[in-house]
């Protein structure tokens, strides 16, 4: 069994933290959470910025906002794996939904 020194990546203590949020989360919340999306603006400079890591030519601060947006990226995508767990649950439990 990993101990938590053994897993103190960012991704796991989040995933340890949102675990038991994800048997708590209310559906409206769940629901919400799979509704959330980087804004036009923010994609454009993901993707900029994407462009510019494949030629080798981001700067410092460029460096910075990639890391960035890849720390909010994975808890989001973390934050959505957890509210879609929570509504499969929810269907299961309560049969098929239409």
Known sequence: MQTTQETATESAIWDRLLR???QTL???AARSLLRLEF???DKDRM???AAKAREG???TVEQEAIRSYESVGNL???MKSK???RLKIASS???PSH
């Open 76 to 78: 989001l995508a973390l």
């Open 93 to 95: 439990s309560n049969g």
């Open 39 to 41: 804004p036009s603006e």
């Open 47 to 49: 993707h900029e910025l």
């Open 26 to 28: 209310s559906l409206e």
């Open 57 to 59: 030519s981001l700067t």
């Open 83 to 85: 509210a879609r767990q």
């Open 20 to 22: 038991s949020a994800g």
